[in-house]
């Protein structure tokens, strides 16, 4: 298999990557070309090739999966071959592999199969990070109900670099793995960690880190949220208000209120095709208009979230001095 030509013979030193063309050799992924496995290529020298070569190479996966002309084994080859090219550069930086091989090939360690959720593969990795098993006053979870009886969960501590924030799950639980998937993604990324098929709210919103890594993404979900920082409490129903009309088949509108935070004030949407779309439209209104108060919530709600991690962390402390 050509890559960018079809290059030279790579011999086992691998000491290039072949001719003009930089196939990939026969102790690579081809037969011919020039991709060894030798020193010469295992060096951070070459780190910019292999990197250029990687995107190349994810371009042509990315392609192969959209062209349903493409045999499926030649994409599952594909797919191996960038797994092994990242893999090699993974090697190089010193951080951990995913095992998988050019060829089809799966090492040992691959082969086991770490089947423990997020949270208890992030207490591994936090006991190897601190030589100890982390305790409550090394990590932090706080977990919120949403207004559609969902769970929504933080996770901090001081051996973490940031607050992560998982994805709105069904229950508490699921929440926290949420989270913790979260920081093993941002802290652990050699760790192979598959998402877990947990139930989550309807919208299938995803959020990451607040304060620097993510946010709601449907209008509704964002306006709850929003009322939740600007009420200094969680939102209920009787918060938001939305009320439908199918004034004909296939038409729908939507008004909303928000008792709490603007007594008296309505939107109304435009005559739209679906349920979905005109709450999301009028959701929109509501957060487009209270934008530079929900903006300075958010700082305030940071704050607070802070404080009380801190003041949690304390009393946890001091429970196991006690």
């Not at 994810?58 to 797994?83: F, G, I, R, S």
Request: hydrophobic letters at 30%.
């Amino acid at each position: 298999m050509g890559f960018g030509g079809k290059g030279g013979k790579g011999g086992k030193g691998g000491k290039s990557y072949g001719g003009k063309g930089g196939g990939w050799g026969s102790d690579g992924w081809g037969s011919s070309g020039g991709y060894g496995g030798g020193k010469a290529s295992g060096g951070k020298g070459h780190l910019p090739q292999l990197e250029s070569q990687l995107s190349d190479q994810a371009n042509k996966m990315y392609e192969q999966l959209l062209d349903l002309n493409v045999n499926p084994n030649q994409v599952k080859q594909t797919l191996d071959n960038t797994q092994s090219l990242r893999d090699k550069i993974l090697t190089i930086y010193g951080l951990p592999t995913s095992g998988v091989q050019a060829g089809n090939k799966v090492t040992p360690a691959a082969a086991a199969v770490d089947n423990r959720d997020p949270k208890a593969k992030l207490m591994s990795c936090l006991e190897k990070r601190l030589k100890k098993k982390p305790d409550e006053t090394d990590i932090i979870f706080i977990c919120e109900g949403t207004l559609d009886g969902f769970f929504v969960a933080s996770c901090a501590g001081e051996t973490l670099q940031d607050t992560y924030t998982g994805e709105t799950c069904k229950s508490k639980h699921l929440a926290e793995c949420s989270a913790s998937q979260a920081v093993l993604e941002a802290e652990f990324p050699g760790v192979l960690v598959s998402r877990q098929s947990a139930p989550v709210a309807p919208q299938g919103n995803k959020r990451k880190a607040e304060g620097g890594v993510g946010a709601h993404t449907d209008p509704k979900s964002k306006l709850n949220h929003a009322m939740s920082m600007l009420l200094a409490r969680s939102a209920t129903k009787g918060d938001m208000d939305f009320a439908f009309e199918n004034p004909a088949p296939g038409s729908h509108t939507c008004t909303l209120t928000l008792p709490t935070l603007a007594e008296g004030r309505v939107w109304t949407s435009a005559t739209l095709d679906s349920k979905k779309a005109v709450e999301s439209e009028v959701a929109q209104m509501a957060l487009d208009e209270f934008a530079d108060q929900i903006a300075t919530a958010e700082v305030e709600h940071a704050a607070r979230k802070k404080a009380k991690l801190s003041e949690q962390k304390q009393k946890k402390g001091a429970g196991g001095l006690a």
